[in-house]
């Protein structure tokens, strides 16, 4: 099973950009499922953005066209770019990967101010 981190959050305007980035402490190249949640303030925990298979991304709606997530399988890395930030995409974001079990990263905080 590999380890997650997450980091690249930090506070921002709402209109600037942020990338987020998740390494993972083995390889990735095998494992089709994963994803980003974000739990927002006073929030339940949600879905943001995912891979359904290796090459299918999946985002909430409120995030489409905006979000992208991608893979870098030499670096072990998982990314979710993140344009035209408002503040309701403020929240903990927690990647995941599906390796015989779910396994999360422990969060990085964004915070969108107007």
């Known amino acids: 099973q590999v380890q997650l981190v997450e980091s690249g959050g930090g506070s921002v305007q709402a209109g600037e950009f942020l990338r987020l980035s998740c390494a993972a402490s083995?390889?990735?190249?095998?494992?089709?499922?994963m994803g980003w949640y974000r739990q927002a303030p006073r929030k339940q925990r949600e879905l943001v953005a995912r891979?359904?298979?290796?090459?299918?991304?999946n985002y909430v709606d409120s995030v489409q066209g905006r979000f992208t997530i991608s893979r870098d399988n030499a670096k072990n890395m998982v990314y979710l770019q993140m344009n035209k930030l408002k503040v309701e995409n403020t929240g903990v974001y927690y990647c995941?990967?599906?390796?015989?079990?779910?396994?999360w990263g422990r969060g990085t905080q964004v915070t969108v101010s107007s």
């Open positions: 891979f359904s298979n290796f090459v299918d991304a």
């Open positions: 083995g390889s990735i190249a095998s494992l089709s499922a």
């Open positions: 995941y990967v599906d390796d015989r079990v779910r396994l």
